[in-house]
T-cell receptor, first 120, second 106 residues
């Protein structure tokens, strides 16, 4: 079964750092663009970042630009999100998602999410 | 920055047709996708490239996109369709989600 499994979430103090991981299995990870999407408690989905298949191009939401870094290791089939200078409003469930191969394809595989709580 | 606007809530009776709209400037010039999310679960893609259904998504789910509005239509709505629905589009190389619509089947 095609699968994405996130890890690395937890409780962190404001100003702290965390690195999230997303392990992919049962598909050719290196062929797909990957995204991070977050959802604050009781709120909607918010896009965070994306990386293309060979990591030559990345894009970030304005709210995380300069603080978060997306990366990937295709040899390990793993996506990462390095989060620095964390703020209370970064508190959310963080999902990784795969985007289908064709133009305009949606995020067709999602992980189960990992929870990040930023609090003192 | 680009914005997508959805109604916060839509109600429908079982067996009837539910329509959820998503508005954005010249949205019809972009591809729209729709996701279903049930409480405590990850989102599920139900429509991509405006009108296409992924494998395993029932035929009662359909989509359209023209002008400034994309629409998700659920025909013969069932109780199991009660969920939050999000539209999504691309703005340059970034991604935008709508605020979400809570579909109530009553």
């Amino acid at each position: 079964e095609v699968q994405l499994v996130e890890s690395g979430g937890g409780l962190v103090q404001p100003g702290g750092s965390l690195r999230l991981s997303c392990a992919a299995s049962k598909f050719t990870f290196s062929s797909y663009w990957m995204h991070w999407v977050r959802q604050a408690p009781g709120k909607g989905l918010v896009w965070v970042s994306r990386v293309n298949s060979d990591e030559s191009s990345t894009t970030y939401a304005d709210s995380v630009k300069g603080r978060f870094t997306i990366s990937r290791d295709n040899a390990k089939s793993t996506l990462y999100l390095q989060m620095n200078s964390l703020r209370a409003d970064d508190t959310a469930v963080y999902y990784c998602a795969r985007v289908g191969l064709s133009f305009g394809a949606g995020m067709d595989v999602w992980g189960q999410g990992t929870t990040v709580t930023v609090s003192s | 920055s680009y914005e997508l606007t959805q109604p916060p809530s839509v109600s429908v009776s079982p067996g009837q047709t539910a329509s959820i709209t998503c508005s954005g400037d010249k949205l019809g010039d972009k591809y729209a996708c729709w996701y279903q999310q049930k409480p405590g679960l990850s989102p599920v893609l139900v429509i991509y490239q405006d009108t296409k259904r992924p494998s395993g998504i029932p035929e009662r789910f359909s989509g359209s996109n023209s002008g400034n509005t994309a629409t998700l239509t659920i025909s013969g709505t069932q109780a199991m369709d009660e969920a939050d629905y999000y539209c999504q589009a691309w703005d340059s190389s970034a991604v935008v989600f709508g605020g979400g619509t809570k579909l109530t089947v009553l």
